[in-house]
């Protein structure tokens, strides 16, 4: 397409910033001169493949055969429909990319790509999905360490008080940003906010979680603040999730409303079934860091054990039903396990992938708990069939690498790259304390 590179100059942008994420759910970016975004509109910028394999601490690990040395040079596009100039950052746009080979093709190491093979399969299939991410943060006076910008009450509005020119700064950013917002509170962790994304089709939804991150960043800096999205921001904290809903739907009608009866049934059902089966392997794509691993505590909010829940907020799988107040269409589910180490579209494609293959293979879906099984006994819990989930980052790639669903989402090579990298970060932390870990990965998201 034609790029009017003159609009954007016209507008006062000096640089656009292509980003991406990586495997560790890190943006990553490169900035060109607005008079060259046509240019790598074009033809894409030069960047080394290896940051596929970039672990949390920015380590760059040959143990996957496929990236074994420092050769090679990829293309970064831009995705040129959806260049946004930046209300928190005037001289710059942003831009999300894709990642291709030299000459152009698909590189299998994309993430985006990959998502977008999962909305493929969907169309296919004759079904559509609709995503929403909810970004839990820590808002900090310090650059040092976590020092609250506001003391509480939890969803009280004197919290936003505290922090009031910051939060209207957020909310107008992300308008300006074309961020629809849903809702933004104070949430229940110290000095921590959230921020509910408004739905839509997977590949914008992760798009706008980036560029979310990437609004609120830029608005604490103009106040003075520093804000961390890290699944723990202190080692004995509640820690912060960004939560994934998910809805899926064949013409108008959502599959995953109740019809009155409280559950989903037929093929709503069995894509719900498919996470539940496959709950594992999807989080060890959507919450995959050592810190991930340290927040899934019981009684946190966090999806330590393996089990669906209507509207139960202790459940890894949170299904939210249909009302006649609400309608049909708002049905979805929750995927609390979800945190911003994981790489949104990786996520995404694993959610879609799981349940999609629900759908196929008719999965059974196991009936719902509506307690928290942190409270049962061992016996309690394996009379009903409920388990931890991975606590270990070798638990963790074991449940990955079981699960052919969302193996089947990664693909090969970049299912390589991906084991790789968390066995990477795994050698890091087993040197370090959990205070250690928490502290290095606080302000990467």
Do not use: C
Request: hydrophobic share 45%; proline share 9%; no cysteine.
């Amino acid at each position: 397409m034609t790029v009017d590179v003159a609009r954007l100059q016209n507008t006062g942008v000096a640089g656009v910033t292509i980003a991406w994420a990586d495997n560790s759910g890190i943006p990553r970016s490169r900035t060109v001169p607005a008079a060259a975004f046509g240019d790598a509109v074009r033809h894409g910028v030069g960047i080394t493949p290896l940051f596929a394999v970039f672990d949390s601490h920015d380590g760059i690990t040959f143990a996957h055969d496929g990236l074994p040395n420092p050769s090679g040079d990829i293309r970064l596009i831009p995705d040129s429909d959806r260049v946004t100039p930046l209300a928190g950052q005037p001289a710059f746009a942003w831009v999300p990319g894709r990642q291709a080979g030299p000459d152009g093709a698909p590189w299998p190491y994309d993430q985006r790509t990959r998502l977008e093979a999962q909305v493929a399969r969907a169309a296919a299939a004759g079904l559509s999905v609709r995503a929403g991410f909810e970004l839990e943060f820590f808002v900090s006076l310090s650059d040092d360490g976590p020092l609250g910008a506001h003391d509480g009450p939890a969803y009280s509005p004197h919290a936003l008080l505290q922090v009031d020119d910051f939060a209207a700064d957020v909310l107008r950013g992300l308008a300006a940003n074309g961020v629809p917002a849903g809702q933004f509170h104070a949430e229940y962790g110290p000095s921590q906010l959230e921020v509910s994304l408004a739905p839509a089709d997977p590949v914008t939804a992760a798009d706008r979680q980036l560029l979310a991150r990437q609004t609120i960043h830029a608005a604490a800096r103009a106040h003075g603040l520093r804000v961390s999205f890290a699944p723990l921001v202190t080692a004995d904290g509640v820690g912060n999730g960004l939560h994934l809903h998910v809805s899926v739907s064949r013409g108008s009608e959502n599959l995953l409303a109740d019809a009155g009866k409280g559950v989903p049934e037929g093929q709503g059902a069995s894509f719900l079934g498919g996470l539940v089966r496959d709950l594992p392997g999807i989080a060890g794509v959507s919450a995959p860091s050592v810190p991930s691993l340290l927040r899934r505590r019981p009684g946190y909010f966090a999806g330590a054990y393996r089990f669906w829940g209507v509207e139960n907020r202790e459940a890894p799988l949170r299904y939210v039903p249909s009302s006649p107040f609400l309608g049909a269409g708002r049905a979805n589910v929750e995927l609390k396990a979800s945190d911003a180490s994981g790489n949104p579209y990786l996520a995404l494609a694993a959610v879609l992938s799981a349940g999609l293959a629900g759908i196929d293979d008719g999965a059974p879906l196991p009936p719902p708990v509506q307690d928290d099984p942190g409270t049962w006994t061992d016996a309690q819990r394996t009379e009903k069939g409920i388990a931890l989930l991975p606590s270990t980052p070798e638990e963790a790639e074991r449940a990955l690498l079981a699960s052919p669903a969302v193996a089947a989402a990664l693909g090969e090579p970049l299912l390589g790259a991906f084991t790789a990298v968390r066995r990477s970060d795994a050698a890091w932390a087993a040197d370090h304390t959990p205070e250690e870990t928490v502290a290095a990965h606080r302000w990467l998201y």
